[in-house]
């Protein structure tokens, strides 16, 4: 069973970069089948995407997010991982890591999500 | 970039009544990339349809999905009481509708 995990601080300064990680386990994140997520939800609202990565490397950003943020990927940890810049209060959110189906582009496993509170 | 507007925002429904949502596209949407989930009260997203109208790995044959071009639709044949959440469709793995509360009557 495959299980997808996030980690990161949870409290984060204005104009600082938020970075999370998403440990998978139960499957490699290696596998062609499959590309990572992230997406998130601010308190009340609907979900966001943010951006994949896919194993070779490539990645789709959100537009509206593009210029801040980085999807990477450590292979050997079997973790990807979430860097966006210049953060503001309006990117406290809960964050969610997931796993996209390749042939079919649907999410099918997703983290438990980590809130991330941007405050001074 | 293609818009997902979902309709209604909240839908009032008793259990075993029918829910049907809507999922409406701003341009033409791969039917083979479009997927609906639903989404509890302090839980992470949970995958139920995908390719417009497949149902993931362990969901009740009460939901359906159906719908191609720019209209899509889910539903909810009698509602039971563990289906009241939120419901988001989605295409191809990106932007995602602002969903649809399906809430108790």
């Known amino acids: 069973q495959v299980q997808l995990q996030e980690s990161g601080p949870g409290l984060v300064k204005p104009s600082q970069t938020l970075s999370l990680t998403c440990t998978v386990s139960?499957?490699?994140?290696?596998?062609?089948?499959?590309?990572w997520s992230w997406i998130r939800q601010p308190a009340g609202k609907g979900l966001e995407w943010i951006g994949r990565i896919y194993t070779s490397g490539s990645t789709n950003y959100n537009p509206s997010l593009k210029s801040r943020v980085t999807i990477s990927v450590d292979t050997s940890k079997n973790q990807f991982s979430l860097k966006l810049s210049s953060v503001t209060a309006a990117d406290t959110a809960v964050y969610y890591c997931?796993?996209?189906?390749?042939?079919?582009?649907?999410?099918?496993?997703w983290g438990q999500g980590t809130l991330v509170t941007v405050s001074s | 970039e293609i818009v997902l507007t979902q309709s209604p925002g909240t839908l009032s429904l008793s259990p075993g009544e029918r829910a049907t949502l809507s999922c409406r596209a701003s341009q033409s949407v791969s039917s083979s990339y479009l997927a609906w989930y639903q989404q509890k009260p302090g839980q992470a997203p949970r995958l139920l349809i995908y390719g417009a109208s497949s149902r993931a790995t362990g969901i009740p044959d009460r939901f359906s999905g159906s719908g191609s071009g720019t209209d899509f639709t889910l539903t909810i044949s009698r509602l039971e009481p563990e289906d009241f959440a939120v419901y988001y469709c989605?295409?191809?793995?990106?932007?995602f509708g602002g969903g649809t509360k399906v809430e108790i009557k």
């Open positions: 997931a796993r996209g189906e390749y042939s079919s582009s649907c999410l099918d496993y």
């Open positions: 989605q295409q191809w793995g990106s932007t």
């Open positions: 139960g499957g490699s994140i290696s596998s062609g089948s499959y590309y």
